[in-house]
T-cell receptor, first 115, second 114 residues
Framework: SQKIEQNSEALNIQEGKTATLTCNYTNYSPAYLQWYRQDPGRGPVFLLLIRENEKEKRKERLKVTFDTTLKQSLFHITASQPADSATYLCALQADRGSTLGRLYFGRGTQLTVWP | DGGITQSPKYLFRKEGQNVTLSCEQNLNHDAMYWYRQDPGQGLRLIYYSQIVNDFQKGDIAEGYSVSREKKESFPLTVTSAQKNPTAFYLC?????????????FGDGTRLSIL
């Protein structure tokens, strides 16, 4: 079965530093990888999507990489701010077959940015 | 504003009782999903619907039922057969079921047992 691992349940960094979150997967060949942000008591909010044939994607202070050989995605937040504190989820998706449309989520990494 | 509305925000169930969680979207999305989130376990898929009048079981469908009679509505019933229903339930939708579409989530319903 598919397995998705996100690095350490919690990550604490100082304001202004770059936060790097890791998503590793096994037994799966995703066509897409997505990252979401979730605040306590709220639903996840979509941040970025990267395709299997893309190496890197950027959006403002966010950057995602996707290495299908290593089966890994890295999610970077540069110049981090306390407002970036949240849980970040990675999710994998196929574009064919019986699992069409389904997202498989990791457990998330809780990021805390302290002043 | 377009979005997904889940109600109620908090729900309490008595032993042996069925309860229904509401999910409505005005995004004109074809696909809708129900997830369960437990502490430390991430999101697990209960049911999903790629189009009106069609739905498929996810990974943990036992003890749950759904219907998709209208495009904008995808209610989830937690039956008495679900022995551990206490969790945070999230509904989501996407434009369609494939092609890398992101999912839009509601703000969840927290279900507890009395």
């Amino acid at each position: 079965s598919q397995k998705i691992e996100q690095n350490s349940e919690a990550l604490n960094i100082q304001e202004g530093k770059t936060a790097t979150l890791t998503c590793n997967y096994t037994n799966y060949s995703p066509a897409y990888l997505q990252w979401y942000r979730q605040d306590p008591g709220r639903g996840p909010v979509f941040l970025l999507l990267i395709r299997e044939n893309e190496k890197e994607k950027r959006k403002e202070r966010l950057k995602v990489t996707f290495d299908t050989t290593l089966k890994q995605s890295l999610f970077h937040i540069t110049a981090s701010q306390p407002a970036d504190s949240a849980t970040y989820l990675c999710a994998l998706q196929a574009d064919r077959g019986s699992t069409l449309g389904r997202l498989y989520f990791g457990r998330g990494t809780q990021l805390t940015v302290w002043p | 504003d377009g979005g997904i509305t889940q109600s109620p925000k908090y729900l309490f169930r008595k032993e042996g009782q069925n309860v229904t969680l509401s999910c409505e979207q005005n995004l004109n999305h074809d696909a809708m999903y129900w997830y369960r989130q437990d502490p430390g376990q991430g999101l697990r898929l209960i049911y999903y619907s790629q189009i009106v009048n069609d739905f498929q079981k996810g990974d943990i469908a036992e003890g749950y039922s759904v219907s998709r009679e209208k495009k904008e509505s995808f209610p989830l019933t937690v039956t008495s057969a679900q022995k551990n229903p206490t969790a945070f339930y999230l509904c989501a939708s996407s434009i369609n079921a494939g092609n890398g579409q992101p999912q839009h989530f509601g703000d969840g319903t927290r279900l507890s047992i009395l």
